[in-house]
């Protein structure tokens, strides 16, 4: 983290950097497909939001080549602008590798971007989940990668994310919960008090940079309390149980319920 938040700092645009970045970007978008497979949801004319999209929209951009309804809408607390010299060649990178992929609705639609901007086939919107601006019921599905350790206010964030959820409506939230100053030793920030750690997060250029305290069960009740039934949560990646139970006993908590390190967790807003 340098001087201002990522999503606002110079983009690397060497030709490998876009490799990677068009690499990665495809990654995302296709991650979010698979996990509407896992669930009745369909894609084909949804109203989409992706949360927390990072420096480009490549998630957003694959869903909508993939028959999510125009626009889709990104929001973000750091919105990360347009930059001719990053997302043009970015998209058009992502287009080439989905062309020889034999994948040409998605290609055309990184092609259309790379040559027009953003325009008006992405709804960006400045905004935490916490406070979007948007409409209630917005959204038929809301996407989020690595994002909801990083916010503010995660029982205002359930709350907004139940307004702006259309009734039937899926959210599918991918979080990292490890520490991220150091992901050898994931969760050594439990062991801060939760004041410590506040003022730790708040202190930082893009503050809450660090992750969070709350663990994934804490986060899967908020959404309940805020309305949402839980779909499903998976657990992805556990910590070491060694390590999980050394932390649990100095801070008297349930290991098993600390170890998870990364889930997705998939909600629907009830239809009535
Ligand atoms: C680790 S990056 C993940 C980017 C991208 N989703 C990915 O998978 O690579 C976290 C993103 O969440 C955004 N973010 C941080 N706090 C947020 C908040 N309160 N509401 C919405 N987005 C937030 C950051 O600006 C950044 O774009």
């Given amino acids: ?6 999503n ?32 009745p949801a369909k894609l084909a004319g949804g109203r989409v939001l992706e949360l927390g999209p990072g420096t480009s929209y490549c998630g957003a951009i694959g869903l909508l080549g993939r028959g999510a309804a125009d626009p889709v809408s990104v929001a973000d607390r750091w919105l990360a602008p347009w930059r001719d010299n990053y997302h043009g060649p970015l998209y058009t990178r992502c287009s080439k590798l989905l062309r020889e992929a034999g994948r040409a609705a998605e290609a055309k639609v990184f092609a259309d971007i790379a040559a027009e901007g953003y325009s008006t086939r992405i709804q960006a919107l400045s905004g935490g989940a916490e406070n979007l601006p948007v409409e209630s019921n917005s959204f038929d599905m809301v996407f989020s990668n690595a994002v909801l350790e990083h916010l503010v206010d995660h029982s205002a964030a359930a709350r907004e994310l139940y307004r702006v959820t259309a009734p039937g409506g899926w959210n599918f939230h991918q979080t990292d919960f490890r520490d991220h100053r150091n992901f ?20 930082q250029v893009e503050p809450h940079c660090f992750g969070t305290q709350l663990r994934a069960h804490a986060i899967a009740a908020l959404f309940a309390e805020a309305g949402f039934d839980t779909f499903t949560q998976y657990h992805i990646e556990m910590a070491d149980a060694e390590y999980a139970s050394r932390i649990a006993d100095q801070i008297g908590s349930d290991p098993e319920q600390i170890r998870v390190l990364c889930s997705l967790l998939i909600l629907r807003k009830p239809l009535t």
């Fill in 1 to 6: 983290v340098g001087s201002a938040p990522t």
């Fill in 8 to 39: 606002f700092a110079e983009l690397d645009n060497s030709s490998d950097a876009i490799e990677r970045d068009a690499l990665y970007g495809i990654q995302v978008g296709q991650g979010y497909a698979d996990w509407i497979t896992n669930t």
């Fill in 184 to 203: 050898e030793r994931p969760l050594d920030h439990l062991l801060m008090s939760s004041k410590e750690w506040l003022a730790l997060s708040e202190a």
